[in-house]
Every structure is written in C-alpha cells, then in structure tokens.
C-alpha cells in the first residue's frame, strides 16, 4: 500500500541554519531515501516545495472562488515537502518516516495512506 509522508516545518528556521549543515543533512536524506529506495520502501522520489511565501491558497467565498497569498495556517509549520512510500501497513510507513533524518529540528511528519483512484 502506498503512503504520503508531508513533511511539516518551520521554513524560517531551515533560513537560519548555516549552508555547510544544510548541505549536511541534505546528504542524510539524500542516504536516507537510497536507503528505503534499495529495500523496495520507496515508491516516488517526493519532492520539497518552495518557500510558502511563493504560494497562492483559494478557497470558496460562496459566489466565487478567492485566491491569497500564502498558506495563512494557524501555525509556523507548512508542508515543506512530501515523499511517496510503499509500505506493508501503516504501523511500518510510521516506521519508515520517523527516521526522517532533519525530524530532530522540530516540525513534524504526517503520515497518510494513499487513495488509489480507479
């Protein structure tokens, strides 16, 4: 069955960790997707999203449909990313996520089962 990591953080956060540790863990995810990749976890390479100040968010005001800036969630963190898994159940994709190697920064990972349209 396949799951959805989204990965949540602070986006102001990773603009303040110096370029020689964000090189760093990228090379700890780039092992770290290789690793699930070469045991069959790995369903879809994912892909990390831009800056939520590139987003646009729209939402229905009952006539028509409004377009803002931004994600506006409640809450410093916005999906900053998402990766596709392929695992047995969801007890083994929570497995799989919770050695997300930059998880110790804080934010958080939600994982989902997938819906398979028809």
Do not use: C
């Not at 986006?11 to 303040?16: F, G, I, L």
């Not at 999906?79 to 934010?107: F, N, R």
Request: glycine residues 6%; without cysteine.
């Amino acid at each position: 069955m396949k799951y959805v990591m989204l990965i949540n953080d602070d986006p102001d956060q990773w603009d303040a960790i110096p370029e020689e540790q964000v090189k760093q863990d990228y090379e700890a995810i780039y092992a770290y997707v290789e690793k699930w990749r070469e045991r069959g976890k790995w369903a879809d390479q994912g892909n990390q999203l831009d800056h939520p100040r590139t987003a646009r968010t729209i939402r229905h005001n009952g006539t028509a449909p409004v377009v803002t800036d931004g994600p506006f969630t409640d809450t410093k963190e916005v999906v900053g990313g998402y990766m596709v898994l392929d695992a047995v159940d969801l007890d083994e994709a929570v497995a799989i996520a919770s050695e997300w190697p930059t998880l110790h920064y804080g934010g958080s990972i939600e994982v989902r089962p997938i819906v398979e349209m028809p």
